[in-house]
């Protein structure tokens, strides 16, 4: 189970730090990710880390969110900071994550932003507002 919070309604140029917290069936190895939806759009990778450590970004994201996570007392979080919002990053904020044998199996982080379906287990995301 994976529970997203900390989307908010924003200015533009503003931040926010999404946070997600992920059950024990979910392991630090495990991939995850940040996958984005808006009404009439396909859900879009926004930002993924895999077994690695390593992370990869969407193009339109790049230089402004950050994707990292911790693992403390048993619990698991996936945090995206975002910074300099504009109105183009206004969506449901999804919260996935996928076994790191199968990810590894796929190719890891950018098979998983390229493929978000491939995700597994999914939260029910958190809205994310910017206005102009």
């Known amino acids: 189970q994976l529970v997203e919070s900390g989307g908010d309604s924003v200015q533009a140029g503003g931040s926010l730090r999404l946070s997600c917290v992920a059950s024990?069936?979910?392991?630090?190895?495990?991939?995850m990710g940040w996958i984005r939806q808006t009404p009439g759009k396909e859900r879009e990778g926004v930002a993924t880390?895999?077994?690695?450590?390593?992370?990869?970004?969407a193009d339109s994201v790049k230089g402004r969110f950050a994707i990292s996570k911790s693992y403390d007392k048993n619990i698991l979080t996936l945090y995206l900071q975002i910074n300099s919002l504009k109105p183009e990053d206004t969506g449901t904020y999804l919260c996935?994550?996928?076994?790191?044998?199968?990810?590894?199996?796929?190719?890891?982080?950018?098979?998983?932003?390229?493929?978000?379906?491939?995700?597994?287990?999914w939260g029910q995301g958190t809205q994310v507002n910017v206005s102009s």
């Open positions: 024990r069936s979910t392991s630090s190895n495990d991939c």
């Open positions: 996935a994550a996928l076994g790191f044998q199968t990810c590894a199996a796929y190719g890891g982080s950018e098979y998983m932003l390229q493929s978000p379906e491939t995700f597994a287990i």
């Open positions: 880390i895999d077994y690695d450590g390593r992370t990869s970004y």
